[in-house]
């Protein structure tokens, strides 16, 4: 096969820039952006929800009126939305992320963290570990694809 002038340092530099991008991933992927985050609280209605890998729940502020969409990251509370629906709801959440809820006094849910630089560990604990595999897996794949390019380069200029 006889590929265009270019073509393979071309594709062998996009290699190499995809598998630098994925280095640097790996370097500085490290906040979730719950350190140095306030805990907030709110009392309101629940009034919809959203399953699947990451449920959402979404609250009416009783205060302000406003919606309020919280998941379900870091806490546990299997059948919230079932009991709490159209009933007065007290939550505290961070950064968008349910931590406790209690309807009528009685806690449904609890927090599996109690700060923003403690949530921050325990959810970059369970997915730092995913995100960085995959990273380096990309990273493993660039640098081979770049090296074997090289290779069928310097093939190709020798005439093989």
Known sequence: MQWPKGGIEQ????FG??????????IFVDSYGYRG?????????????IGGKVP???VRDSESGRYKQLD???????????????????LSFINGSLLDCSVDGVKLCSARCSSGGECEEQYESRKSKKVRFLVFMFFSFSAFAHLMLIWKSWKLR???
Do not use: N, S, Y
């Not at 594709?11 to 996009?14: E, F, G, K, V």
């Open 158 to 160: 020798r005439g093989h």
């Open 72 to 90: 379900f990251r870091l806490t546990r509370a299997p059948g919230l939305f079932r009991e709490a629906k159209g009933k007065e709801i007290e």
């Open 17 to 26: 820039a995809l598998g630098v991008v994925a280095l640097i991933l790996l």
């Open 56 to 58: 959402v729940i979404t």
């Open 11 to 14: 594709i062998r530099l996009t």
């Open 37 to 49: 985050a306030d805990i907030e609280f709110i009392r309101g209605r629940a009034v919809h929800f």
